[in-house]
């Protein structure tokens, strides 16, 4: 590689944005038990990323619906707090209406864990599911958007600010991810063309 004047990628330093505390309530994974979704709002998953600026980091919150894999809520910000996570909850709850019996599916997270989520859930008639310590693999549909996210935004680009970062990707989730961009899990078709098709 030196002979070539070729360099290895430098990887990201991780942050890690799930922070659980000990000695709390076991929620069990609900989403392993159930039946693969058939239709919307049967099942979602949510988890927070990070998202590296010039001028600091910017947390993600996303919920996605298990059946469609569309992105239902999102919310940006620089701390990722409780708030972070409400305010995707409320955006998918106003935009969906689900009905009572959403099995809503997240990581042991704090967040996630505070009462102020779990009496937002319960109102909604949801049942919690929670993956089991440590394992993305429980957590995986939204584990793989992710990927998808950061490859498509981040690839080769730098952000400034955390403002220039949720508007490239709020115009990419707004845009292009829910409306156009095809998985081969849909059948080649995008999150929301798969829902109208499955209507």
Known sequence: ????????????RRIFTTESREGQAVVPNRLLSMPKPDRVDQGWVTDITNIPTEQGTLYVAAILDAFSRRLVGWSFGPKMGANLCM?????????RRPRPGLVHHSDQGMQYFSTRYRDAIEAIGAIASMS??????????IESFWSTLKLDCLEGKN???????????????????????????????SPAAFEIAKN
Do not use: W
């Not at 305010?87 to 935009?95: C, F, I, R």
């Not at 089991?132 to 549909?141: E, K, L, P």
């Not at 400034?160 to 059948?187: D, K, P, V």
């Open 87 to 95: 305010q995707a909850l409320a955006m998918a709850v106003k935009a």
């Open 132 to 141: 089991r310590r440590g394992n993305c693999y429980d957590n995986a549909i």
């Open 1 to 12: 590689m030196v002979q070539n004047g070729l360099r290895g990628r430098r990887r990201r």
């Open 159 to 189: 952000y400034r600010t955390r403002q220039e970062a949720t508007l490239a990707i709020f115009a990419y989730l707004e845009s292009f991810y829910n409306r156009s961009r095809r998985h081969s899990s849909l059948g080649y078709l």
